[in-house]
């Protein structure tokens, strides 16, 4: 009885093995297959660009100014600002130009309405912009450039015939920036105050285009 029992064991013992044989020839068969396919992964060095991180940004400005009644002259002047976020930012400007005669003084003939010196114009101002849209200029297939536009607008003077008013600015500019520190911009203003030269006040819309050049620090 007991050599019948072990013959049935050992029978069962010997189809466990065979079951078993398979698998672990399969996984065998898997070790070798990782370890003869080693794929080669070329490393590739990146570098980060090197993006300035400052918020100030001060530059200069050249254009041309129509001062309503008064003729189209160049204008100039600097800019200084301050981004308090990637979309807000605060900017503080300082403009002038000589104004040239009126159409009424031309063909008049007579004495001027404006001394020369009261013919300069400089304006103050503070203003906010937002920037509409922060994005990338692509020049060709290789070139991209960090670009905004941007909406603006704020308060002032204006210093003109001899009096100071009180001006309202508004308009809209594109910034790109050539390196991580320089900048191009072209801008649009109207500059908007009240002037009084013939006893009657009216509301003058005086439009300003420039072309300039920042750097951030």
Avoid at 5 to 21: M, N, S
Avoid at 123 to 138: I, K, R
Avoid at 161 to 166: I, N, T
Wanted: proline share 2%; glycine share 10%; hydrophobic share 40%.
């Amino acid at each position: 009885m007991e050599s019948r029992v072990c013959r049935i064991f050992l029978r069962q013992l010997t189809a466990l093995c065979l079951l078993a044989a398979p698998a672990t020839q399969v996984f065998a068969a898997d070790d070798q297959a990782g370890q003869v396919v080693r794929p080669e992964i070329e490393r590739r060095e990146i570098n980060e660009a090197d993006i300035d991180t400052e918020d100030f940004e001060i530059g200069v400005f050249y254009g041309l100014m129509n001062v309503e009644d008064f003729g189209t002259s160049p204008v100039y002047g600097a800019r200084g600002t301050y981004h308090v976020t990637e979309y807000v930012f605060v900017e503080g400007a300082y403009g002038r130009t000589d104004t040239e005669e009126t159409s009424f003084e031309r063909l008049s003939g007579g004495a001027p309405l404006l001394q020369d010196e009261d013919r300069e114009l400089e304006y103050y101002n503070v203003s906010f912009g937002f920037n509409l849209f922060p994005g990338e200029s692509f020049i060709g297939s290789k070139w991209a450039f960090t670009s905004d536009f941007y909406i603006i607008g704020g308060v002032g003077s204006t210093s003109f015939a001899g009096e100071d008013e009180f001006t309202w600015n508004f308009g809209f500019g594109y910034r790109v920036l050539a390196t991580d520190w320089l900048a191009f911009r072209v801008d649009a203003r109207d500059h908007i105050f009240d002037i009084d030269l013939l006893g009657e006040s009216q509301t003058n819309n005086n439009l300003e285009f420039t072309a300039g050049l920042s750097i951030f620090f």
